[in-house]
């Protein structure tokens, strides 16, 4: 089954504080169809996740279908998953995901994000996916390296992903743009095949 289930059903609390910190979670395999981490759906919280490995699972962390979710993820590794991390919440404007110092190696897809909350990646690194970063609803990247992956940044459907002050090298394809993808003109993209 999932590795961790977090839910935001504590002691009556509407909203809960739940932090991961410090974990290595090894799962079965990338086609187990299992979660590293899974945040039931329909529920309120606040999850950190700092200095963890996750690796070997379907979907790394997995937060579908959440009412009020605000996920941060800082200085952590995600390896070698089907899904690195997919988010898809719903609620205010302040939800959704904030990535800070995080490796995505080795997934099918680094993260994926859906719906029309934004996650914010800044710091980070995507290297040696088939997709670095997707994005079916708003994604930020800033500061951040995309290299050695199929495709770096690719957004589907109403997808938009704003990319500031980083760099797109030594991708098979840098950026696919079958939704939007703004430059902030500030970024080094270059070197792709």
Do not use: W
Not at 11 to 18: E, K
Not at 133 to 139: A, D, I, N, Q
Not at 149 to 165: P, Q
């Amino acid at each position: 089954g999932n590795a961790v289930t977090v839910s935001g059903v504590f002691s009556g609390l509407s909203t809960a504080i739940v932090v991961l910190r410090g974990l290595k979670i090894v799962g079965p395999g990338r086609d187990a169809g299992t979660s590293g981490v899974f945040v039931e759906p329909e529920n309120s919280f606040m999850l950190f996740v700092d200095n963890c490995l996750i690796s070997n699972f379907g979907i790394g962390i997995r937060a579908l279908e959440v009412d009020n979710l605000r996920l941060m993820v800082s200085d952590s590794v995600i390896r070698n998953n089907t899904v690195g991390l997919t988010i898809l919440v719903n609620g205010v404007e302040a939800n959704g995901a904030a990535i800070t110092r995080t490796r995505f190696e080795t997934n099918s897809t680094g993260v994926a994000a859906a719906g029309s909350h934004t996650v914010a990646i800044k710091d980070s690194v995507a290297v040696g996916n088939s997709i670095g970063f997707l994005s079916t609803g708003k994604m930020t990247i800033f500061d951040s390296m995309i290299s050695r992956n199929t495709t770096g940044v690719k957004t589907e459907g109403s997808g938009i992903a704003t990319i500031g002050y980083s760099t797109v090298t030594g991708n098979d394809v840098g950026l696919l743009a079958h939704g939007l993808i703004q430059s902030l003109g500030n970024n080094m993209v270059a070197g792709n095949d």
